[in-house]
């Protein structure tokens, strides 16, 4: 029996052998991250790069003023293909992040907004891992490993280095949370054992596909590089691979499977129970970013205040809402909108959602049917870019007044106040 081999002196279809590394070569084992892509031609098949508009993409943590408030914004509008034709990486946007990128060190949040398919145009991100969350619209991702077909309630993680190309089927809408220099894993389970939470076995990688096509007038390779875009040219569709094997891929994961633990008897889990992903630092304990997620569930606490508790954390908050209505604020944070709450930045349930659950009579009753909110958590202290702030026009200047009519309740003579249970 023949001895198989990564890169043997002719490959089997006179194909080019080709590594994509995603860790140090002498990495441990159980963190490194390689896959032999066995392809038409090799990758570096192409014209130098140029420097090419940057849109709304930076890295500039320093263009305004940092802003300690509440943050919340309006969905985000996306351009009309009547009016002005926009893909996947013209429609991307940098709302917030921290951290440097040629340290290795930091995240970004993008929002992307388009109305049309890249065509003979394909990205790669030699910066960071992206975790795409569609809201509007699904997505059909062309990768060099395959192709996905990503649906709102689905994610799907491309990571560092990953060629891929995106066609849309209606104006379309979504969020990237976008780390440097590390790549998402499974959050460890300790007490909860071995199975809870996000199941390996419900990622699904892709299956190898390929095109032999040529492109008359050139094929551009978009890449991000030290934040800043570059393309080249190159005659052939990068999507050329037509076998792998490896553990470094792009892969999907969909949010209804996730499995959902939960306070049974009394008082609140921390929201760190919803963890999907996580992007460890060098911190035991610690997070560059968390993907956290807030599924339809059962709420049985007893004698609790149920929604989210009035909190101010060391960790930076950004949440983002896929549909329905969130639990903490039922309006003013809507689907396709996001709000943003920085280290030390109180936030909390709104007034009226104080008031009807401090009164409501505490039976089982689901939560969250037909939504699904998630969180992107960094230990990082965010900025906002300016587009955030200013240009995007979907700034709420009114987020503050929800906490407004918060009123005392303060009893000093009854400790213990009737209460409805």
């Known amino acids: 029996m023949a001895t198989l081999k990564n890169n043997p002196q002719v490959c089997p279809y006179n194909l080019y052998a080709e590594q994509l590394s995603g860790s140090a070569f002498t990495c441990p084992r159980s963190t490194n991250k390689r896959s032999w892509l066995y392809r038409i031609l090799p990758s570096v098949?192409?014209?130098?790069?140029?420097?090419?508009?940057?849109?709304?993409?930076?890295?500039?943590?320093?263009?305004?003023?940092?802003d300690p408030n509440q943050l919340r914004w309006k969905p985000f509008e996306i351009p009309k293909a009547s009016q002005k034709k926009t893909d996947f990486v013209s429609g991307l946007h940098t709302l917030c992040g921290a951290?440097?990128?040629?340290?290795?060190?930091?995240?970004?949040?993008?929002?992307?907004?388009?109305?049309t398919s890249m065509v003979n145009r394909c990205f790669y991100n030699s910066d960071g891992d992206f975790l795409?969350?569609?809201?509007?619209?699904?997505?059909?991702?062309?990768?060099?490993?395959?192709?996905?077909?990503?649906?709102?309630?689905e994610i799907c993680v491309i990571q560092r280095g990953m060629r891929f190309s995106i066609d849309v089927f209606e104006e379309t809408r979504g969020y990237i949370l976008e780390v440097y220099g590390v790549h998402f894993e499974l959050p460890d389970l300790g007490?909860?054992?071995?199975?809870?939470?996000?199941?390996?076995?419900?990622?699904?990688?892709?299956?190898?596909?390929?095109?032999?096509?040529?492109?008359?007038?050139?094929?551009?390779?978009i890449n991000k590089y030290q934040g800043k875009l570059f393309a080249a040219k190159q005659d052939t569709s990068p999507f050329n691979?037509?076998?792998?094997?490896?553990?470094?891929?792009?892969?999907?994961?969909?949010?209804?499977?996730?499995?959902?633990?939960?306070?049974?008897?009394?008082?609140?889990?921390?929201?760190?129970?919803?963890?999907?992903?996580?992007a460890k630092s060098l911190r035991p304990g610690v997070a560059i970013a968390d993907f956290v997620i807030f599924p339809p569930r059962w709420g049985v606490a007893d004698k609790t205040f149920r929604p989210p508790y009035y909190?101010?954390?060391?960790?930076?908050?950004?949440?983002?809402?896929?549909?329905?209505h969130y639990e903490a604020k039922q309006g003013g944070f809507l689907p396709g909108g996001g709000s943003l709450h920085s280290t030390m930045t109180p936030h909390g349930p709104d007034a009226d959602c104080?008031?009807?659950?401090?009164?409501?009579?505490?039976?089982?009753?689901?939560?969250a049917d037909g939504t699904m909110a998630f969180m992107f958590e960094s230990s990082l202290s965010m900025a906002v870019t300016k587009w955030g702030l200013k240009t995007s026009n979907s700034l709420d200047e009114?987020?503050?007044?929800?906490?407004?009519?918060?009123?005392?309740?303060?009893?000093p003579h009854s400790r213990n106040p009737a209460g409805p249970n």
């Not at 040629?102 to 993008?110: D, E, F, M, Q, W």
């Not at 795409?132 to 309630?153: A, D, R, S, W």
């Not at 892709?206 to 096509?213: C, G, I, L, M």
């Not at 009114?398 to 009893?411: D, M």
Request: aromatic content about 12%; charged content about 20%.
């Open 191 to 221: 007490p909860i054992g071995a199975n809870g939470l996000a199941n390996p076995r419900d990622f699904l990688i892709p299956v190898a596909w390929y095109e032999d096509r040529q492109v008359p007038g050139g094929y551009t390779v």
């Open 354 to 367: 104080f008031e009807k659950a401090s009164k409501a009579k505490l039976e089982p009753e689901r939560i």
């Open 241 to 278: 691979v037509v076998a792998w094997h490896g553990n470094y891929t792009p892969y999907k994961y969909n949010l209804e499977n996730f499995m959902v633990i939960n306070a049974v008897a009394f008082d609140h889990a921390d929201p760190s129970i919803f963890t999907v992903l996580t």
């Open 99 to 115: 951290g440097d990128i040629r340290s290795n060190n930091g995240l970004a949040i993008h929002i992307f907004l388009c109305n």
């Open 311 to 324: 909190h101010r954390n060391c960790m930076s908050e950004f949440m983002g809402l896929i549909k329905g």
């Open 45 to 66: 098949s192409h014209k130098p790069f140029e420097s090419i508009d940057q849109g709304h993409v930076t890295h500039n943590w320093d263009e305004v003023d940092p």
């Open 398 to 411: 009114n987020y503050y007044k929800c906490w407004e009519p918060l009123k005392s309740h303060f009893t």
């Open 132 to 153: 795409i969350v569609p809201q509007k619209g699904k997505l059909l991702i062309y990768t060099e490993f395959g192709k996905m077909l990503v649906q709102p309630n």
